[in-house]
C-alpha cells in the first residue's frame, strides 16, 4: 500500500519561499512507472496542478504554467520523498497543497494535504 | 488546455435514491493509444481526493458496486445507484488524455436532502 506523508510550516510570509516534502512508503521516488506530482485547492481556482517529477533513465520535470518561473520540485533518492519549492508567494498562493501519485495518467495516491497560509 | 464541465454544481439527493454527475470535455478524451483516460474522484468533507473510477469505467479496489462510470469521447457519467449518508462531498472528473496538463472538473457538491 502506497502513503504519501506531507510536511512543511503551515504559514508562509509574503515574497517567502513555500517549502513542502512528501515522504514516499510502498513505492520508489526513482520508479520508471509513475509521477510524482503536486496539486493545489483552493476556493478561487478549484483543484490546479502544479507540477511533477519523474524518472525514465534520467529526471524530468513538468510545471503548470501559471508558476513555471517560480516553481522547483525536487525528488530526494536517499530519503526517498520529493518537495515543492515555490518561490515569491502572494496572498494568492494560499491554498491546500497536496503530494499526489500519477500512474496511468491519473491519480491514485494522494498525500493528507497541507494548509499553506501566506500571511506577514 | 482540455476545459472539463460537470453538471449539476450542486445535488441534493434523497437517501436511497439515484444520483447522476456529467461531465464534459472541450474536446475528445480518446488517446491515440486507443485508452480514455477519464477518471472520477470523491472528496468528502475535510478529506483529500479518492478516487473511485479509473479509464473512464473501472472501479478502484474499495469502492463501492453502487459507484459506476460511462461515457466516450467527451460525455462521461458518474452513477450511484442508491446514495448513503457516506457518499456527501464533492465530486470530481479529471481528464488524463492531454500529457502535459491533466484537468478537473469544477466539482459537484453532493448533499441529502
Known amino acids: 500500500q502506497v502513503q504519501l506523508q506531507q510536511s512543511g510550516p503551515g504559514l508562509v510570509k509574503p515574497s517567502q519561499t513555500l517549502s513542502l516534502t512528501c515522504a514516499i512508503s510502498?513505492?520508489?521516488?526513482?520508479?520508471?512507472?509513475?509521477?510524482w506530482n503536486w496539486i493545489r485547492q483552493s476556493p478561487s481556482r478549484g483543484l490546479e496542478w502544479l507540477g511533477r517529477?519523474?524518472?525514465?533513465?534520467?529526471?524530468?520535470?513538468d510545471y503548470a504554467v501559471s508558476v513555471k518561473s517560480r516553481i522547483n520540485i525536487n525528488p530526494d533518492t536517499s530519503k526517498n520523498q520529493f518537495s515543492l519549492q515555490l518561490n515569491s508567494v502572494t496572498p494568492e498562493d494560499t491554498a491546500v497543497y497536496y503530494c499526489?501519485?500519477?500512474?496511468?495518467?491519473?491519480?491514485?495516491?494522494w498525500g493528507q494535504g497541507t494548509l499553506v497560509t501566506v500571511s506577514s | 488546455d482540455v476545459v472539463m464541465t460537470q453538471s449539476p454544481l450542486s445535488l441534493p439527493v434523497t437517501l436511497g435514491q439515484p444520483a447522476s454527475i456529467s461531465c464534459r470535455s472541450s474536446?475528445?478524451?480518446?488517446?491515440?493509444?486507443?485508452?480514455?483516460?477519464l477518471s472520477w474522484f470523491q472528496q468528502r468533507p475535510g478529506q483529500s481526493p479518492r478516487r473511485l473510477i479509473y479509464?473512464?469505467?473501472n472501479r478502484d479496489s474499495g469502492v463501492p458496486d453502487r459507484f459506476s462510470g460511462s461515457g466516450s469521447g467527451t460525455d462521461f457519467t458518474l452513477k450511484i445507484s442508491r446514495v448513503e449518508a457516506e457518499d456527501v462531498g464533492v465530486y470530481y472528473c479529471?481528464?488524463?488524455?492531454?500529457?502535459?496538463?491533466?484537468?478537473f472538473g469544477q466539482g459537484t457538491k453532493l448533499e441529502i436532502k
Open positions: 499526489v501519485r500519477e500512474w496511468v495518467r491519473s491519480y491514485d495516491y
Open positions: 510502498g513505492d520508489s521516488v526513482s520508479s520508471n512507472t509513475v509521477a
Open positions: 517529477t519523474y524518472y525514465r533513465s534520467k529526471w524530468y520535470n
Open positions: 474536446q475528445s478524451l480518446v488517446h491515440s493509444d486507443g485508452n480514455t483516460y
Open positions: 479509464m473512464v469505467s
Open positions: 479529471l481528464q488524463g488524455t492531454n500529457w502535459l496538463m491533466y484537468t
